[in-house]
Nanobody, 113 residues
Framework: QVQFVESGGGLVQPGGSLRLSCAASGSINNIVVGWYRQAPGKQRELVAQISWNGVIWYDSSVRGRFAISRDNAKKVVNLQMNSLEPEDTAVYYC????????WGQGTQVTVSS
């Protein structure tokens, strides 16, 4: 079972950018990988996913601001986040939509002035 380790979070001002990385413990060549987030007091939600052949989906709340990409050779899925808003503040995780591995620790993203 592939496990994921998230990194790249931090504190950023509104309008700023961050790039998150998700490193997999094994091959991701044939799987869908998604980025999720969980804000304080809210349920975890899927914000973006990318299939093995590059088909991408975004939640409407991030479409046009976030970009997901993958490098199968490096076993990494990235999330470029631009035009960040305070509402994007959350712990961000990656996992396999519908076929979850154990959740990692995530990476904290805080958008605040």
């Amino acid at each position: 079972q592939v496990q994921f380790v998230e990194s790249g979070g931090g504190l950023v001002q509104p309008g700023g950018s961050l790039r998150l990385s998700c490193a997999a413990s094994g091959s991701i060549n044939n799987i869908v990988v998604g980025w999720y987030r969980q804000a304080p007091g809210k349920q975890r939600e899927l914000v973006a996913q990318i299939s093995w052949n590059g088909v991408i989906w975004y939640d409407s709340s991030v479409r046009g601001r976030f970009a997901i990409s993958r490098d199968n050779a490096k076993k990494v899925v990235n999330l470029q986040m631009n035009s960040l808003e305070p509402e994007d503040t959350a712990v961000y995780y990656c996992n396999r939509p519908g076929k979850y591995s154990s959740w990692g620790q995530g990476t904290q993203v805080t958008v605040s002035s």
